[in-house]
């Protein structure tokens, strides 16, 4: 041992060697190291907790605080900004997280802020804040707020329902055989096609045969319509021009037009001629009136006659045909 | 002849260690004990105590520090909880290993060496029969080792807890100031209230059983038997190290229970 001197010395009474001058200062800076070290870490850690900082308050309430714990975060864009402080079950079943907030940090947090309870699957419960408006008014200190619950364990079982579902699809689609298969399959054929010397037509038309047809038709129709240009051209000729069709139809019109002026001035004859027609028809019928009496006349005298030839008849005897005889 | 083990079931020798904490904390607190004798006695103690190993010890610290950092931060990467891992190391390292290893390394390095010197002094005959504690011979012999090994523990403690700080955040972070913020704010949610008066209650508990455990077995030497004084020594030790314990756990039971 070093000191071994100067143990014996410190052994006997009374008999203290006097104390070397550094040995007491090299103590006092030991020991006075160590107290500025704590104490600086005491209030080191006092700062770090907020403990001379200027905080509000901010009440979350939620259905379920499970995951969250004092000292927890609550964060905003990623950035702790205050500590939970107390959770409290209220009175109506809900629970009331008291989180601290100080003030230089409470500016991101706006009176249009939503808060989330974020649970996953590792790790602590995480509280979030978003702010989607920073010239909202400033939260008000001991505002009370709804919190969303974002619980990723609750929400397994139906992402694996639905992943399943989604998996057998896929199955499904994928195995040999399916429609989507056989549409890969055309979809091929038609590329290929579509690779071809007729391209796009050959495709769609399905063989090069009837690509050539249809390119045939196109020509043949370019003929056709190369010749309805020349016949148009010469009928245009024909009816528009100088001793054309059009003008030639003027002339007729004109003609036309005087016969039926004659037409009409015929025509005003032939009512004069009808006038007459029924004047004389007027007179032949009263001629006929006269007609009718006459026969009756006749008739009457014919009647007379005959029955004068009977009364002859028969007061003649050498006739005795009773047989009358009609005229 | 009572075997170590056995000091811890006597009554009597729980009551004597009692005894002579009440007197010696009394009279260390008091102003009056401290005659320059009594002053450089302690100064002395301190500088055999704790200075002269103070290089030692805080080297150790780094490499222990240094492999826990590493096991713990490696751990967490595996796990996927990295952003746990500095609060895990300030918990595990800081909290509870350095200030438990301080307290065994002080009573290892000079509780058996104090409490051989106290035993002999009672066989010597040159201190009273404890009931007669409390004479003029306690303070001037034993309430300045006390002090001094109280004191010593609390140097050695915090310095080393120092380091172990800093190495932890040059770990993490390098050497910039970029993760300060980030750092501070574990810190302040590792050291609430509760903690950091647990932890500087252990501290002191830690400090008066490392001073006060080989002292007070010490006196049970037999006085004119020599052959007690490698008894009461062992005594000592183990009563230490069962305490030193205790309060450990009691610690960790009030703080996670």
Redesign the interface.
């Known amino acids: 041992m070093a000191g071994e001197e100067d143990r014996q010395g410190s052994a006997g009474p009374g008999g203290f060697s006097l104390l070397p001058r550094s040995l007491g200062v090299k103590v006092g800076i030991l020991i006075g190291l160590s107290v500025i070290v704590a104490a600086g870490f005491i209030v080191y850690v006092l700062i770090a907790r907020g403990t001379f900082e200027q905080t509000q308050r901010l009440y979350l309430i939620t259905d379920n605080a499970e995951g969250v714990r004092v000292g927890s975060d609550l964060s905003f864009a990623g950035f702790p900004i205050g500590i939970v402080r107390r959770i409290r079950l209220r009175d109506d079943g809900k629970v009331r997280i008291s989180v601290r907030i100080p003030v230089e940090d409470a500016k991101w947090l706006r009176a249009s802020s939503v808060f989330v309870l974020d649970v996953p699957i590792v790790g602590a419960a995480k509280l979030r804040a978003f702010t989607s408006n920073l010239q909202d008014a400033p939260l008000p200190d001991h505002a009370e707020r709804p919190v969303l619950r974002g619980d990723t364990a609750q929400e397994i079982p139906k992402l694996v329902a639905t992943a399943r579902n989604i998996l057998e699809s896929m199955e499904e689609l994928v195995q040999a055989g399916s429609s989507l298969q056989q549409s890969i399959a055309n979809a091929r054929t038609v590329s290929e096609r579509m690779a071809g010397k007729q391209g796009l037509l050959g495709a769609a038309l399905g063989s090069e045969e009837n690509a050539k047809k249809v390119l045939a038709a196109i020509d043949n129709t370019n003929a056709v319509l190369a010749r309805l240009d020349g016949v148009l051209a010469k009928a245009d000729k024909r009816v528009l021009s100088e001793g054309g069709l059009v003008d030639e139809t003027q002339k007729a019109v004109v003609q036309a037009n005087a016969i039926l002026g004659e037409v009409r001035a015929s025509l005003k004859r032939v009512d004069g001629i009808l006038a007459d027609a029924q004047v004389v028809a007027g007179n032949a019928k009263a001629a006929t009136a006269d007609l009718g009496a006459l026969r009756a006349e006749v008739e009457a005298s014919l009647r007379k006659v005959s029955a004068l030839i009977d009364e002859i008849n028969r007061k003649w005897p050498f006739e005795r045909d009773t047989k009358i005889k009609l005229p | 002849m009572a075997y170590g083990g056995e000091f811890i079931l006597r009554p009597r020798s729980w009551r004597r260690l009692g005894r002579f904490a009440g007197y010696a904390v009394a009279a260390a607190l008091s102003p009056s004990t401290y005659t320059p004798?009594a002053r450089?006695?302690a100064?002395?103690q301190?500088?055999?105590m704790?200075?002269?190993v103070?290089a030692g010890y805080l080297a150790f610290t780094a490499v222990l520090s240094l492999v826990l950092i590493e096991v713990v931060s490696s751990a967490a990467v595996t796990?996927?909880?990295s952003?746990?891992a500095i609060e895990l190391v300030l918990r595990v390292l800081v909290l509870e290993v350095i200030p438990l290893m301080t307290a065994l390394f002080v009573a290892l390095r000079t509780g058996s060496e104090v409490g051989a010197?106290v035993a002999l002094m009672r066989v010597n005959g040159?201190i009273e029969d404890s009931e007669q504690i409390g004479a003029m011979r306690l303070y001037?012999e034993l309430v300045p080792r006390v002090a001094a090994a109280a004191?010593s523990v609390?140097?050695l403690n915090?310095?080393a807890?120092?380091l172990a700080?800093a190495l932890t955040y040059t770990v993490f972070f390098g050497f910039t100031d970029a993760g300060f913020e980030a750092f501070?704010?574990v810190?302040?949610?590792v050291?609430?209230?509760l903690v950091?008066v647990g932890f500087l209650l252990k501290s002191l508990v830690f400090g008066l059983a490392v001073a006060l455990i080989p002292i007070a077995t010490g006196l049970e030497a037999e006085r004119g038997n020599p052959r007690s004084v490698p008894f009461a020594v062992l005594a000592g030790l183990v009563k230490l190290f069962f305490v030193v314990g205790a309060v450990a756990v009691l610690s960790l039971v009030v703080k996670y229970l």
């Open positions: 004798a450089e006695m100064v002395r301190i500088y055999f704790a200075w002269k103070l796990y996927g909880v952003q746990y010197e040159e001037n004191l609390f140097a915090t310095l807890c120092a700080s501070t704010r810190v302040a949610s050291f609430d209230e950091l």
